[in-house]
């Protein structure tokens, strides 16, 4: 078990000394430390070591001469907005501590500190991130950030709206959010609101009232019923219609329903998780999608970048879907020959992690030994890496899956010119309009959206 790094900022010595001891003590059942304990006098030292160090948790006093707790907690957050923090406060201050954890703090503990307190606090806050690290591998910043984003949100009722390409674990971030939650113990209940036809949504997810139509022969409880004092996840929330759309809207804001054919309004205490890989925004623009249903879904915005943006998680999710899928491979372990391992680092993975899975999944059971190698992987992983390598290029018997590789090819053009549909589209002899065709086609969205380098010159705008 990884240790937790821990960041404690007081400016009483003799407090810090203490909290630093006991936390440096605490010991699993077989004697190893729980924590790495770091401690600063002041908050400009803390932001120092802040910098310097990747932290799990931080534990800051509330009342500091210069930069005081609450001015902390926000320049921490604006260098990373996912740090929880816990607040340390004399009694007293309760008003102060309710609107920092409006403000994104995480806890408080109240002083005198007892060391009970103190441990249960800090433990509460390591379970969590115990539980989101079970469900979400991933090493890279972009993933240890959406990872502590979710232990810092798991206790709030808040709506969050999931962001990603099709295959980046959208439904697993989900669910890491429910378990990491107080509602841990209740339902999580999944919905795929494109799966489902539209006059059958509305009964789905509020009930129906014997007879409220044909076949209605029973009255049914929706899923927001079902889902009570649990979790509720709309998947593909992009492709609601907008009756629907006005309905899921009230539904949210009132935190109450009424059934199909029914009158009486029916409470319901339901977190709702919501997901899209649409560019939402634009589909708001264009009248497509209510805007203020939006901004209902999207008062926590989890963006999980695609696999290609965070290649330091290919390995380590490698490695854990081959252990996942060892039974395919007869249960021996497994190796990657070097040249297997340097495709799979290499390619662009237009399906995100799910592409990787499938991947592995198919290599574990075409291996010849114990080991996979190139000959294992997919016809699309292998054909990218014979356009690159160019000279000869030969169309294997079996034939490509040109879709997939067309996307490919499409993301490594946008990936290498940092986006930019002009020369994107030059690089593959593509004119802008066909460029922008295919992107939409494969729902290609520029990553970072709302980023400040959103426009990074008027080429694009301008067309051909
Ligand atoms: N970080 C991760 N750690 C472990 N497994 C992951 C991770 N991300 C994704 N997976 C696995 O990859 C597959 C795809 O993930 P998931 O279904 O959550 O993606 P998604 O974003 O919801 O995709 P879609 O948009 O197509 O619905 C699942 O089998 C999931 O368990
Ligand atoms: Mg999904």
């Known amino acids: ?46 932001m120092r070591l802040f910098k310097l160090n990747r932290f799990d948790l931080v534990l800051t006093d509330l009342k500091m001469h210069g930069m005081d707790g609450i001015e902390l907690l926000n320049e921490l957050s604006q260098m990373d907005s996912s740090i929880p923090v816990i607040l340390m406060t004399a009694h007293g201050s309760i008003d102060t501590v309710k609107e920092a954890l409006r403000g994104g703090a995480f806890d408080y503990l109240e002083k005198p500190i007892g060391r009970t307190e103190l441990l249960e606090t800090v433990a509460r806050a390591v379970a969590k ?46 669910r890491a959010v429910h378990k990491a939650s107080p509602r841990a113990n209740e339902r999580f209940q999944a919905v795929n609101c494109a799966a489902i036809n539209e006059n059958l949504l509305e009964s789905e997810l509020f009930g129906h009232e014997k007879g409220s139509f044909t076949g209605a022969h029973a009255e049914k409880k929706g899923l927001f019923e079902i889902a009570d004092k649990g979790t509720l996840f709309l998947d593909e929330i992009g492709e609601l219609n907008v009756s629907m759309q006005a309905k899921l809207l009230r539904a949210l804001q009132e935190k109450e329903i009424t059934r ?4 009486k309004s029916i409470k319901v205490d339901v977190r709702v998780l919501a997901a899209t890989n649409r560019d939402l925004e634009s589909m708001v623009k264009e009248k497509r999608f209510r805007e203020d249903l939006f901004y209902r879904l999207n008062v926590i915005p989890l963006d999980i970048p695609p696999l290609r943006q965070r290649r330091d998680d290919i390995v380590v ?7 996942k899928h060892s039974a395919n491979s ?3 372990p497994m190796k990657v020959s070097n040249d297997a391992r340097r495709l799979l680092m290499d390619y662009a993975w237009p399906g995100n992690v799910r592409q990787l899975e499938s991947a592995i999944e198919r290599a574990l059971l075409l291996a010849e030994s114990d080991e996979i190698t190139v000959e294992d992987l997919p016809m699309e992983i292998r054909d990218v890496a014979r356009i690159e390598g160019s000279g000869g290029f030969r169309l294997p018997a ?67």
């Open 1 to 46: 078990m990884k240790l937790k790094n821990i960041l404690i900022v007081d400016d009483e010595k003799n407090q810090r000394d203490i909290l630093q001891l006991i936390l440096i003590g605490e010991r699993d059942e077989l004697g190893n430390s729980l924590y790495n304990v770091k401690a600063a006098s002041d908050g400009h030292e803390a």
């Open 129 to 174: 991130m115990r539980a989101v690290d079970e469900e979400i591998v991933g090493v890279s910043d972009a993933m240890e950030r959406v990872k502590k984003m979710i232990v810092k949100i798991a206790g709030s009722s808040s709506t969050v709206l999931i962001r990603g390409e099709s295959g980046t674990g959208k439904e697993r971030i989900a």
């Open 260 to 263: 199909v054919g029914g009158t």
């Open 317 to 323: 999710l490698m490695d854990y879907f081959l252990r």
């Open 330 to 332: 007869g249960g021996k």
């Open 398 to 464: 079996e034939g490509i899956d040109f879709e997939q590789l067309e996307k490919s090819l499409l993301i490594q053009a946008m990936d290498q010119t940092n986006w930019n549909i002009t020369r994107a589209a030059k690089l593959l002899g593509l004119s802008f309009r066909t460029m922008q065709y295919r992107l939409d086609k494969f729902g290609l969205a520029r990553p970072n959206r709302g980023g400040k380098d959103e426009f990074e010159g008027d080429d694009d705008a301008n067309g051909e």
